[in-house]
């Protein structure tokens, strides 16, 4: 799968093309917590903070359009708009 996901970032999602997404993500607390402990814990107390390997988020991140954050009743929510 990720040959796949690096395949289509590198082609700029030629795959794709036409695509318009539009999302609300709702991350609970916990969801954030839990995220931010396990980043914390993997990166070592003493160790500094490393990119993560992975699919290149700057390549991704030319896709999104809008993205607003927001809180509401203990859940971070995420508007984002993405096009391509």
């Known amino acids: 799968m990720t040959h796949w996901i690096r395949k ?3 082609s700029g999602f030629a795959d794709l093309k036409g695509l318009r997404v539009n999302a609300t993500i709702p991350l609970k607390d916990q ?3 839990e995220a931010l402990a396990e980043f914390l814990q993997s990166s070592g107390s003493t160790s500094p903070v490393t990119r993560p390997s992975g699919p290149d988020m700057g390549a991704l991140l030319k896709f999104v359009k809008r993205a607003q954050v927001h809180s509401t009743d203990g859940t971070v929510v ?5 096009s391509i």
Not at 78 to 82: L, P, R, T, Y
């Open 8 to 10: 289509q970032i590198d």
């Open 31 to 33: 969801f954030i917590n």
């Open 78 to 82: 995420v508007d984002v708009e993405i």
